[in-house]
């Protein structure tokens, strides 16, 4: 998506650590209007999958859900991070290394707002290594749930995580897939 790829060159940091820092316009603060664009387009590419749930993962995932969620028109869950070590109740769980803290969290979901017959999208800002991804993944599995796909704001096509899941039959439409970054050259995208 142009536009995105156009915003990643314009405001983008490239970090050590192949961390790529989009704070002024996703991560921090939000361009809600090019959150608008990026959710249309997830539409035209997932349309007529009869999607009835976004399925994210808090925190930055959580703005570009809702307004994926009011462009589909439907509910939007975020799973938690849970901090407590006994996880009790009526919860779906999955562990999950975070790329950005090095730490591995429990993400719960309430069993209440993920049920079979549900089809899902799962909406993030990044991918990287693939491990959110996955933890949702196992989340719509065990609500026996239909997973229609990911939409990935942008995916680092350079480390593993898209090829990982693609190759396992997800579908994940990413808006911006960046081949190479450097502080010093920029960031290159993929061809498509
Ligand atoms: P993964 O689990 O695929 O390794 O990483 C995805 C998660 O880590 C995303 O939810 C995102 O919050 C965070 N993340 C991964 N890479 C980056 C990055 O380059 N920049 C930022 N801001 N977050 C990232």
Redesign the pocket.
Known sequence: MRLLEQRIVKDGIV?DG??????SF??HQMDVELFRQMALEWQRLYADCGINKILT?E???IGIACIAGQVFGCPVVFAKKSKTKNIAGDVYTAK?????HGNVSDIIVSKSFLNPGDKVLII????????????LCQLVEQAGAELIGAGIA?E?AF?P?GELLRAKGIRIESLARIKSMSAETGVEFCEN
Do not use: C, M, P
């Not at 192949?18 to 704070?23: C, F, I, T, Y």
């Open positions: 970090k192949d961390v790529l820092k989009v704070d996703l991560n993962i925190a930055s995932g999950v290394e975070s790329f950005t993030d800002d990044f991918l990287a290594n693939g491990a959110a991804l996955t933890g942008i680092k480390q995580g």
